[in-house]
């Protein structure tokens, strides 16, 4: 007779692969035929226990078994596969010498996740490094395509947009990719982008989103005021003061500001002023008027002061600014008259 050895499919656990070897008919004597694994796609020790032997059909059955053990594990992974190989046969022929197990993968895909990331300004660009973890490890390369957008912060003036594909290769957990960081001089909020996942293969996405959070490190500006000389001019009109930033801000900054007496009299030289100053984010400067009134006396320049504060997102270095009122009347001329006595 001709003897054969067939396939099996085992689902995947720690256990043994049955295997038969088949007569094609009754034999009046015993049929003995050795066995051998080999690798297919499965690797002995770590996939399966390699293993050799005789089997030995008896005289008047047409089949025998023996066992392949099968080693379980918890990686996601392609099906596997395990040759078996018979030989030497005595008191039969063979018609087909191997046999395959195919041991079943029975793992869920792991799942994918990305972390947040926080990076300081620290006066030169760099990189935010990102890194996208696997829930388990996994016996195939797991892939997944990452890309940014805007939240609060700006591709092009906070950070370099980015994209691409994340590639972790099988037995590994985790991989990294970086997102470039621009830095200014801009005293800011803190500012985010979001950096997503989307087409995996070979795993799940359990965390789609990552936020990097742009941490502003520059100092918030000062404000100063300057002097301002007025000279009358036979009507009245505005002294125009200007409130200065050290630095530009992404932030709008605000301060107050009131007038005091000095030599100058608010109702009969200048008109009393208060109010607040704006300077629009990306501004360095905003003006404020005060008004001047005239006379016709001649007199001394004064003065009357204008202070700032209560700011915001800013500081004060230069509180006081001094309107200096300059007389342009002239000087009266004297006459003394005649007298008859």
């Known amino acids: 007779p001709t003897i054969s050895i067939g396939d ?18 009754v034999s009046g004597q015993d049929v003995t035929v050795d066995y051998a694994t080999s690798n297919g796609t499965a690797t002995a020790g770590t996939d399966y226990t390699a293993g050799t032997g005789t089997v030995t059909i008896p005289a008047g059955s047409t089949t025998a ?26 008191g039969a022929t063979i018609s087909d010498n191997v046999g395959v197990v195919t041991i079943n993968d029975d793992d869920d895909a ?60 099988a037995g590994n957990t985790t991989q990294t990719f970086n997102v470039p960081v621009l830095v200014d001089t801009l005293d800011e909020a803190n500012e985010t982008a979001t950096l997503t996942l989307s087409n995996a293969s070979n795993a799940t996405i359990s965390d ?15 404000l100063s005021i300057n002097d301002v000389s ?6 009245a009109g505005n002294a125009t003061f200007t409130v200065t930033l050290s630095a530009a801000s992404s932030k709008e900054v605000t301060v107050n500001y009131a007038s ?7 109702g009969s030289d200048y008109t009393a002023a208060s109010g607040t100053v704006t300077i629009a984010a990306g501004a360095t400067s905003a003006t404020f008027n005060v008004p001047v009134l005239v006379d016709t006396l001649d007199e001394a ?5 204008m202070t700032l504060s209560n700011p915001s997102n800013a500081t004060i270095s230069d509180a006081t600014g001094t309107l200096t009122i300059v007389d342009d009347d002239t000087a009266p001329t ?8």
């Open 301 to 305: 320049s004064e003065t009357a002061t």
């Open 208 to 222: 789609a989103t990552g936020t990097l959070t742009i941490v502003d490190d520059d100092a918030t500006p000062s």
């Open 260 to 266: 005091s007496n000095s030599t100058a009299l608010a």
């Open 110 to 169: 792991p799942s994918l996740s990305i972390n947040d990331v926080s990076y300081t300004e620290s006066g030169s660009a760099g990189n935010a490094t990102f890194t996208v973890t696997l829930s388990a490890a996994s016996g195939k390369d797991v892939e997944v395509d990452y890309a940014s957008s805007n939240a609060t912060a700006t591709a092009g003036s906070d950070y370099t947009a980015a994209s691409g594909t994340v590639t972790i290769l």
């Open 8 to 25: 099996v499919t085992f689902t995947e656990t720690t256990g043994n692969a049955t295997l038969t070897v088949t007569l094609s008919k």
């Open 65 to 90: 078994t023996f066992n392949v053990g099968v080693t379980g594990d918890s990686l996601d992974e392609a099906n596997e596969t395990i040759n078996v190989t018979i030989s030497n046969p005595t």
């Open 334 to 341: 004297l006459s003394i008259n005649d007298v008859s006595y």
């Open 230 to 235: 007025y000279t009358e001019s036979g009507t």
